[in-house]
């Protein structure tokens, strides 16, 4: 509990909390004592304790909101460059507006909320209560003594000195997304254009009846290309050569999307269910292929390019040389993401030659690959996984040669820009920073040479940045899960920090009676690999007493999912207030570690790290005997509803209770990039042993489904099917379907019926009987 001494702690608590909430500072202080005695009962509440309990969680969730919690901060930059306006969440859910001058690094209440919200409402004649004052847009004058600022979409010009108003015309802004990438990211696989214009503006280029032709601006010679094509097979994605003398395209050989289907059962105005179909790619389904040629003006020519048809995605992106027409490179993955390439082709003989080749026995993260190619240096920066840990290399184009410009066990996690004039490379990366979480954010720059590394954010913490439009300013907001945000302006330059602008004040959040999450980390399964969660804790919890465990799980390979940044308000803060410890952790096999961390998912996403989460809720009750490892629940959705019933499936053994919402249950009915991404292509044996649905018959413990039937992510018969074979085996389980939502946890409602599964299967206790509106002890 960062900034507060243990002393201030107590004093606030006594003087701020009900009864209960003092108890939270003894744990605080004589837990240690309990952990050595050892001796705990386990917490098994009585029904009219439950009550009480639910109402004190709707009584803390309601405070929570109304607290005015500031994480982070949008600045809304003037045209100028060195100023900018941002809004904080005031008390009683005011809005206060800042004015920040980033040359003289000072920073002032932009306007007093009240006295515009008095004054807007004299010039509109409507009540304009201060609580829902909202300013979207807001122009400062060169004396600062007037401002435009934009409310309710209407325009108005106020004085600063007395608080006149009066409306004005539409103010132009040039807006600035100050969270965007300085450089646009072409998206890989962006089509050409089926007709277009030559660059010199002569020739004009189209599909006709499936084959190419090409027809002079003036004059109208034409040329058909080919003959070959047709409705079925026809060619397309056309685009030129950049000296006009070649073009670029396909014989497509085309596949039809399939179709899913779901029924909606509850639409208004209806006495039918409506049946609705979306296309969705599972895996093993067919792609269209692409072959491409080349075609030649001077000569009329067709030419067949390499001896590969692309069978992976659509037409890919063509890159061409820097004042030389002959040679243009394009990208191609592999299907099943076992390799990558970067290949060259020589338009006048149509072979090709690879200038980057990149192959593995488990997976390239198609996704994260990251290419910008630089033509005037004929040079391609280059981020990858090959050397084990994720880095920038720098790949000569006419060569061939690599260089590596970062090294060393940490992972570079993002490309924010890349100067050529200056041959640097501005990025993030997590795990550089010696002592500290690896998944934390950090910024950096580097020069294209490996040298001059610089950290823009050496503070301890989970860093995010934002940069004035000229970068000569930058805002860095950085915290830790359980130490409170700090919002910073810097000078790029310098690396100086010019100004604190926010410091989140806890006072009113721990007077609430919440206990901070702790940061937990314990070894995996290979006895030497940090496995790093977090833990949150009832508020009241009695150290004599041993508490259930709920695992909030979601094991998806495309990302990590602990959170790693101030915000103790959430739905694992809330479900523990009913008497659990609620955990989450990334095991072994999600990313943003090293490649051999990654590549325990390979063709084997059953395995959902459980063997980490295991070992690490073992350790976490080693240390602390209020963890009751005899009841274990877990709970995820979509690829953590596949984890969370897999929890009962393949270890029942530890995990007791369950609550699976819209789970991909079987990876053959789930969409096609993503699980060919981590599962592999073809679809081999493994698929059918590691789905939920054949594994049906092994389910123990306690299991709740959740799904919408309009689930168009996953798709809805993903958990019927579930449910069929669970039926088949004759297990028993509870099925929550929410007409007409979507891909969901099954919202307020299923978030509700998910909390009381879990007071009746681990607490062993009766949650309030709603229909007979029981309400709580008070």
Known sequence: MANFSQSSLIYMHRKYLHPFTFLFVSIFTVSAGYAQQNTVTPYLPSHAQMLQAYANVNKLDSAWKKLPLNYTIRPNWQSNGRQFWYGMRAADNQSDYYFVDAEQGKKQKAFDTRKMAEAIASVTGKPVPANKFRVTQLVYGA?????????????????????HCEKTADTVIKTYDPNQPLQRRRYRWESPLNDSL?????????VENGNIYAKAVKGGTEIQFTTDGNADKPYGEISWSPDSRHLVAYHIDPRKIKEVYYVLSSVPGTTRGQLKSHEYDQPGDEFTTYEPFLFSIADKSKLKVGDEKI????????????????YFTYEKVDRGHQRFRVIEVDVENGKTRNIIDEKTNTFIYEQRIYTRYLPKTHEIIWVTEKDGWRHIYIVNELTGTQKLVTRGNWVVRDIDSVDVKKREIWFNAGGKNEGEDPYF??????????????DLTPEKGNHSISFSPDRKYYIDTYSEVNVAPRVLLKNTLTLKTITELEHQDLTDLLATGIKLPEVFVAKGRDGKTDIWGVVYRPANMDPAKSYPVIENIYAGPQDSFVPKSFSPVNEMQSIAQLGFIVVQIDGMGTANRSKAFHDVCWHNLADAGFPDRILWIKALAAKYPQVDTSRVGVYGTSAGGQNSAGALLFHPDFYKAAVSACGCHDNRIDKQWWNEQWMGYPVGPHYEQQSNITNAGKLQGSLMLIVGEADTNVPPESTYRFVDALIKNNKDFDLLTVPGAGHTDGGPYGRQKKRDFFVRHLLKAEPPARNYQESSVE
């Open 143 to 163: 004396d600062k003594k007037e401002i435009r600022l934009k409310y309710n979409d209407a325009w108005f010009k106020c004085n600063l000195d007395n608080y």
């Open 311 to 326: 069978d992976f995605f659509g037409a890919p992106a063509l890159h061409w040389r820097d004042g030389n027409s002959r």
């Open 441 to 454: 954010l950090h910024y950096y720059r580097i020069g294209f040479d490996g040298k001059n590394l610089v």
């Open 198 to 206: 030559s660059p010199d503006k002569q020739w004009v280029a189209f």
